[in-house]
């Protein structure tokens, strides 16, 4: 077994084992190291299982036959589950989801006040980026990734060609990489003046999670107007800071070409998407008119789902302000500047991207600046350009901390930091990790 897998995951067992045994594979020359390295996983997944079930005193393969005793089950959870949770007691959060818990979107016939809340949600965004109102539509998703695979299926149907395919730079999420993969559609690299033939869609991010930079969006909208092709806006990294800053254009419905956007809120695992014509989302409905039970219709992906996330977005929305979030967008915003720039300002520390919206990404040609990715926790190692990702919207530490900490954890690089990354051994481990995780 590796020692520095072990070392690693004993370090960083509770989130980020697959990326920091990721970026050690970066540095392994050796095709055969895959095998090792799969198998180091696999045991050591394995023996964390074994740690926490074993502190669970539960079975995990079957329903016990005797129940459990609510207390312990609560006791158990917070022992082996450091994340605190007692900032949610009696909030809003906690009242909206013991209101909502239990109802489901798919029968809004059943739950009239949540299908109000889930169209108020809708209207709210689609008035936060300019929409026109009375042909503008929307819907509520699970996050990014069933955005993006809802508007690829729509323009996709829309167009039917045999052959599609959309033009997106190559710092666009990997969402759109799978969402391509299952739907069969082709993912060329854009340019300004590239051949658009079979195009079903051109994608611009806002900005691109990669390297923090927003895409030429006003240049694809002129490009789609003049081919006659949709242009999709995906903002699920900036969408809830843009249109509330002063600091930064804004980038909506009003620029032209511009035919459909997908943002997150603040909250985990929802997004909105959104259609400035109801020509496109009509082929992103389900509707089946023939099943035995009766018609089967959904605007989404998903059929059955928990209304809570819903209606807890919505309230803290609604009970925040827009003021509130102008204010949280500015400040976002303006830390990433300074610290921007005052990282930039360390010998040898070179500054990635150019525009600061959440998300400052640095490098460095002296230093193996990777190591700093176990000394920070709101760093994350981007791979591509041997860099590091520092994500600005929840920070709550000093700044001055994180510059020292940055300072004092500066080594130089080795030949080993150097080595080419083997993507094809990489996409291996990877597979092996996703197999272990559940089995």
Known sequence: MFEWIKEWFELFKNVNIFIKICHYFYHLTEITAVEKTSNSIYHLIRKHDTEITSKLNISLKQIPNIRIPEPNLKNAINDLDSFNTEMYADTLTLFMFNKFYHTNPLFPNKYPLLRIIEKSLIDMTLDLYNAYHLNAR??????ETESIFLVCKAYRDYFNYSYPQIAAHDTAYPSLRKACEYLNIKLVPYKKNMSLANTIMILGSLPSYINGVIDPIEEMGELGIKNNIPVHIDAFQGGFIIPFSDKCDKYDFEIPGITSISTNYEEPGISCLMYNTKRYIKHQYFICEDYCGSIYATSSLLGNRSGSTIAITWGNIVTKGFNYYKHRANSI??????????????????????????????????????????????????????????????????RDTIIDIIKSNLIEKTLSSETPMLRRSMKSVAYNYLDTLFT
């Open 333 to 398: 915003i303006s830390n990433t500047e300074i610290l921007a720039s005052r990282i930039g300002n360390i010998d040898h520390i070179r500054i990635v991207n150019t525009e600061f919206i959440n998300v400052v990404v640095f490098t460095s040609d002296v230093y193996d600046i990777t190591y700093l990715y176990q000394k920070l926790d709101h760093l994350e190692v981007e791979f591509i350009h041997d860099s590091l990702h520092l994500f600005t919207t929840t920070i709550t530490s000093n």
């Open 138 to 143: 929307g819907c509520i998703t699970s996050g």
